[in-house]
């Protein structure tokens, strides 16, 4: 099988949550994470924020990935929030966007590619867009689709963007970690019944 | 305990590490942010992990600041005017329940009874804490309290990690502004200096116009020399450097010695000077330098800070155990906020964009800390903006008499002169000008630019007085200097070092290396003109003892 490393460290479960302070860091963290894949003959796809859609391309190029060659054979997606994340009318609906990520990674998965690896860029959350506080819902549910589809997925999250208890809550919806460059377990992490759960109960208080 | 608690039990302490862990990662939000925030984060990571009601969090969130506080009910923000009510409800509050506070009674609240623990963010370094409540009948457990301790310990670090890159960006921020300060001041003399020398070379220029230029060229040197002499006190101050020169003396001398001084600028922007010394002797262990120095900052910015027309005050007071000086000024004024910040380096009082007199910004910095070294202190009041300000500086009164102050000596160059000097110095410009300002104190000047050239020339030359740069090729000044010493036939003579170097250890390499005398660039000719009185004097003994 493949390598699957992040910031160095060996992945052995599928959903991380990223921390990032810039958009250098992020790319210096996330590229070698990408070309790992090309370099395996394994498929990246990238949600992005459309405004960065171009900017993104431009960083991938320069961390040596022939963008053009790889967007062209179907290695490389690059998707923008509205593709992916948003439906048609502008919201955000956590299942259908769950049935997305588990046909993309299980029965629709291009079978041309070893694996599949998906990065979001989650800055839509932060936005007036309807649904979007369905997130946690979404980002506790998503875990049984890439746990029992075996691909990973990288949610990349600013932190000036968060509130303390947003990253309480994100962090207790992703099994990995990775702050300040350094990708961890997370003895946080809350099992998606539990914290499914709990989010109702707030629902409901 | 049975199976159904110890499970129980376990269970909790397993959810308490997890939560512990999570919090561990909450540092990583605070890059970049201020001391504020840091709490504000810290409070709202921490509702997720206790059901707490409020808390309330209260912190100076700069080094210096007054504690503001910050109130979150119910997992929101609350309104400032919800402030008080809650402040007044906290004083009421035990301040010690920070170990398990089973058992503590439930304490009222503008939310009505609550059970309340209280976190100290460290009362030494930042003085404030958080207060966390809830309506949970167990509130605190076991596990809520080491969640919520870990918290609090972890937004004490990062409000202190926030305001030391706060003090990092303001040290960075007034470091940035004195070095645009630094050049503006010094290419301001250049100006008249630069345009007064090219008036000399034009072939149609005056003696009128050489004495009147001269004048000027004068006192911009003496402007920068002044701003170099600070920029050095800085660095000795900085590292140590300074030492005192103590002995009693009189600090109405002292503020006399100052008034002469700073006299021409009170004059210059028309000031009413008003002076009010007591008739008894007012002594104190001091440098007398230093304590002028002192006084004349104190003038020199009651000066700069009062418009033309204003009133200055220079008075001593006394009490049995202290001697002060007072200065006060019909000025501009200070506000409440910058007094704190007023004897910061390089840190000025905000004023017009008009700038030819603003100085460096160092000036209040070093008088307090010279006031310091002395034992005293130096400290600032002011009504505010537009009520002018009051600079008073109190040192231990001295229990032994002061000492009657020497006069100046008198330096009459008319009576001092025909001494035979060597210049030596591979500035061909500096050299040549100081023999033309020997010339014309009545002097004979030989200049010559390398230090062999004066090994060659000094026996034929018999010169009364070796002048010489320190920095010069080959060998320098120091080696010069011990090699004419032990240059035979050569008649009794006197050395004086020129050197860029003023620190108290150049000295004693100079004095170790021979020299009679250390004058430090550029040279004042009344200095110069002191020491060659006192060589004439010395001469003329020493040669007519054979």
Redesign the interface.
């Known amino acids: 099988m493949n390598r699957l490393s992040l910031a160095g460290t060996e992945l052995n479960y599928f959903h991380v949550c990223a ?1 990032f ?1 810039s958009r250098d860091e992020e790319y210096a963290v996330l590229s070698p994470f990408f070309k790992e894949a090309v370099d395996q003959g394994e498929k990246n796809l990238h949600i992005v924020n459309p405004e960065h859609s171009a900017n993104h391309r431009q960083r991938l190029g320069q961390a040596g990935i022939d963008v053009p060659h790889c967007e062209s054979c179907g290695q490389l997606e690059v998707l923008e929030w509205q593709q992916a994340y948003l439906d048609e009318t502008g919201g955000f609906n956590k299942d259908k966007m769950l049935a997305t990520v588990d046909h993309l990674t299980g029965a629709g998965r291009d079978a041309g590619y070893a694996r599949l690896r998906i990065m979001g860029d989650m800055g839509w959350v932060f936005t007036e867009i309807p649904g979007a506080a369905d997130i946690l819902e979404y980002e506790a549910e998503v875990n049984e689709v890439l746990e029992r589809n075996k691909q990973p997925a990288v949610c990349v999250y600013d ?2 963007k ?8 994100l ?2 919806t992703h099994p990995l ?1 990775l ?2 460059g350094v990708v961890q377990e ?3 992490y ?1 099992p998606p019944r539990e914290m499914l759960e709990e989010l109702r109960a707030r629902k409901q208080g | 305990m049975n199976v159904d608690k110890a499970i129980a039990t376990q269970a909790d302490n397993g959810r308490g590490i997890r939560d512990l862990m999570g919090l561990l990662a909450l540092p990583a939000l605070w890059l970049g942010k201020d001391g504020r925030t840091v709490l504000q984060l810290m409070a709202q990571a921490v509702e997720r992990l206790v059901p707490l009601r409020f808390s309330v969090i209260e912190a100076s969130i700069l080094d210096g600041e007054a504690p503001s506080a910050f109130i979150r009910i119910d997992g929101a923000d609350a309104a400032s005017a919800a402030l008080p009510a809650w402040h007044a409800a906290s004083l009421q509050w035990p301040r010690t329940s920070n170990i398990a506070a089973s058992g503590s009674e439930h304490q009222p609240t503008p939310i009505g009874p609550m059970r309340i623990i209280r976190l100290e963010f460290g009362v030494s370094t930042l003085g404030g804490g958080a207060w966390f409540g809830s309506d949970a009948p167990d509130f605190p457990t076991f596990t809520q309290l080491a969640v919520l301790r870990a918290a609090a310990s972890l937004a004490a670090t990062g409000l202190q990690a926030a305001r030391m890159a706060h003090q990092r960006a303001e040290a960075d921020r007034l470091k940035d502004e004195f070095l645009a300060m630094l050049g503006h001041e010094l290419r301001n003399p250049l100006a008249p200096i630069r345009a007064g020398a090219s008036l000399w070379q034009s072939e149609h220029v005056t003696s009128e116009q050489i004495r009147r230029t001269g004048a000027i060229m004068e006192r911009q040197v003496q402007h920068m020399t002044h701003l170099v002499d600070d920029l050095l006190d800085v660095s000795r101050l900085s590292t140590g450097g300074v030492t005192l020169d103590n002995a009693v003396l009189d600090l109405r001398e002292v503020a006399r010695l100052a008034l002469e001084q700073s006299r021409s600028q009170v004059d210059a922007k028309h000031h009413a000077l008003l002076i009010d010394l007591p008739a008894e002797p007012c002594p104190v262990l001091g440098d007398r330098e230093r304590l002028v120095q002192i006084v004349v900052n104190l003038l020199n910015n009651a000066v700069r800070y009062t418009p033309p027309g204003g009133r200055i005050t220079l008075a001593i007071r006394t009490t049995p155990s202290t001697v002060g000086v007072a200065v006060r000024d019909s000025g501009i004024g200070i506000e409440a906020g910058m007094l704190a910040k007023i004897f910061d380096w390089f840190t000025q009082v905000e004023r017009s964009t008009e700038r030819s007199d603003a100085g460096l910004g160092v000036g209040l910095a070093l008088a307090r800390r010279l006031v310091d070294l002395h034992g005293g202190t130096l400290r600032a009041a002011s009504a505010g903006l537009g009520q002018g300000s009051e600079f008073e500086m109190l040192l231990p009164r001295a229990a032994a008499p002061a000492a009657p102050v020497e006069e100046p000596a008198e330096h009459a160059s008319a009576v001092f002169t025909g001494l035979k000097v060597l210049v030596v110095d591979d500035n061909q410009d500096a050299g040549t000008t100081m023999g033309m300002l020997l010339e014309a104190l009545g002097h004979t000047a030989t200049v010559v630019h390398h230090p062999y050239a004066a090994l060659e020339l000094a026996t034929e030359l018999q010169p009364d007085v070796f002048l010489l740069d320190i920095g010069l090729p080959a060998i320098d000044g120091y080696e010069l200097a011990r090699r004419l010493r032990a240059l035979p036939g050569l008649r009794p003579f006197r050395m004086v070092a020129l050197t860029g170097f003023g620190q108290a250890k150049d000295q004693h390499t100079a004095f170790e290396a021979g020299f009679d005398f250390h004058c430090t660039k550029p040279v004042d000719i009344e200095v110069l003109s002191a020491i060659f009185a006192n060589i004439v004097a010395s001469l003329r003994t020493e040669r007519a003892a054979g």
């Open positions: 921390f302070n932190v000036a968060l509130s303390g208890a947003m990253m309480m809550d962090l207790r970690t702050v300040g997370n003895p946080f809350t």
